[in-house]
Nanobody, 117 residues
Framework: EVQLVESGGGLVQAGGSLGLPCEAS????????MSWVRQAPGKGLEWVSS????????YYADSEKDRFTISRDNAKNMLYLQMNSPKTEDTAMYYC??????????RGQGTQVTVSS
């Protein structure tokens, strides 16, 4: 059974930083590209970032480019999202997802990130 467990969410000030880890299990993690997607209150799912199966290629939505960093540790079955200089509009539930540059696919239960001004 595919399991993705996000953590690390919370309240952060705009301009601060926050790191989100995701622990994967139930599948061969190193075989899959992975992504972060998010859902802001009252809105649909939005793709944030993806990383290739080996970690050598990363992709970002335009609004997150240069502020967020996606990474992974295949030896530990872990996916990460480092959020630097978050903005209030980054407030959302963040999901780790087994997908590539889209919002479909297996997701975890999510971790809430709230950015205060």
């Amino acid at each position: 059974e595919v399991q993705l467990v996000e953590s690390g969410g919370g309240l952060v000030q705009a301009g601060g930083s926050l790191g989100l880890p995701c622990e994967a299990s139930g599948f061969t993690f190193s075989n899959y590209a992975m992504s972060w997607v998010r859902q802001a209150p009252g809105k649909g799912l939005e793709w944030v970032s993806s990383i290739s199966s080996g970690g050598g290629r990363t992709y970002y939505a335009d609004s997150e480019k240069d502020r967020f960093t996606i990474s992974r540790d295949n030896a530990k079955n872990m996916l990460y999202l480092q959020m630097n200089s978050p903005k209030t509009e980054d407030t959302a539930m963040y999901y780790c997802a087994r997908t590539f540059m889209e919002t479909t696919g297996h997701r975890g239960q999510g971790t809430q990130v709230t950015v205060s001004s």
